[in-house]
């Protein structure tokens, strides 16, 4: 479902739903309680004011099985969480709007997105959340979390220099490999609506196809990158890579 994360953006509503039930409570807990000693009267009784102050009174005010049905409830939600979820799936968000949806391999394609626009700084010690999920009730939710490599290593790479002996798997060697705005914004080439819907056509008509051939030019594809270069009887797949240098 990338780039559109409706079914994260209603789960995210409905924990900003939760946590705004739950300061609800702490607030009238804190409410009920005596008044606190006077060496504890400068101390916070409730939890801090947070995101979840933003969901509207009128939500809270529904009953909560209700809640679970009402599309009403379900759009303020969303629209009262939609810049938490902005800053905090933006940069993951950004590859998959550019390319659309690759399915399997979409999850990989937003983690690689997060790296290359939030940048080394921004995730390292940070735990990041990996929620990968289809249209069925099956769904993959674990977490990674950001770090320096535990051995830093030389890269050898042939006809590519790696200054200083750089780490050979770093979040920022990684982003700076990748290029990923460059390569998507820069590197790619506009096709004219006949040639795109050729393109959609040829790929109907030979989906599936064992043994199979591919035809036509490869010098769109980028230097370095791998394409599909042929598929036997038992389907297996063989892949050609583009030269990295010229």
């Known amino acids: 479902h990338s780039p559109y994360h409706k079914l994260v953006a209603k789960g995210f509503g409905r924990l900003l739903y939760v946590d705004a039930l739950d300061r609800q409570l702490s607030a009238k807990d804190a409410a009920a309680q005596p008044p606190p000693a006077p ?29 679970l049905v009402d599309r009403g409830v ?20 950004y590859a998959s709007k550019e390319v659309g949806n690759c399915y399997t391999g979409a999850v ?33 939710l674990y977490s990674l979390r950001a770090r320096e ?24 060697r990684i982003q700076s490999t990748v290029g990923l705005r460059a390569r998507l914004e820069q590197a790619r080439r506009a096709c004219s609506v ?24 490869v010098a769109n594809v980028a230097p ?9 009887e038992k389907h297996h797949r063989f892949y050609a890579r583009q030269p990295q240098f010229v």
């Open 224 to 232: 370095g990158a791998f394409y599909l270069e042929s598929v036997d």
């Open 39 to 67: 060496d504890q009267a400068d101390k916070p009784v409730s939890a801090p004011a947070t995101a979840a102050a933003a969901v509207p009174a009128a939500v809270l005010a529904v009953d909560y099985e209700a809640s």
């Open 194 to 217: 006949e040639e795109f819907s050729q393109a959609m056509a040829w790929r109907a008509e030979h989906y599936g196809a064992a043994p199979y051939q591919p035809s036509g030019p």
């Open 74 to 93: 379900e759009g303020a939600l969303r629209k009262a969480s939609a810049s938490d979820l902005e800053r905090m799936m933006g940069h993951s968000s």
């Open 149 to 172: 490599p535990t051995k830093v290593g030389r890269v050898a790479e042939p006809g590519r220099a790696v200054p200083g002996g750089a780490a050979a798997f770093t979040l920022g």
């Open 108 to 140: 990989f394609v937003n983690l690689l997105s997060l790296v290359c626009e939030a940048g080394p700084k921004a995730l390292l010690g940070k735990r990041v959340g990996v929620f990968s999920y289809g249209s069925g009730s099956v769904a993959t």
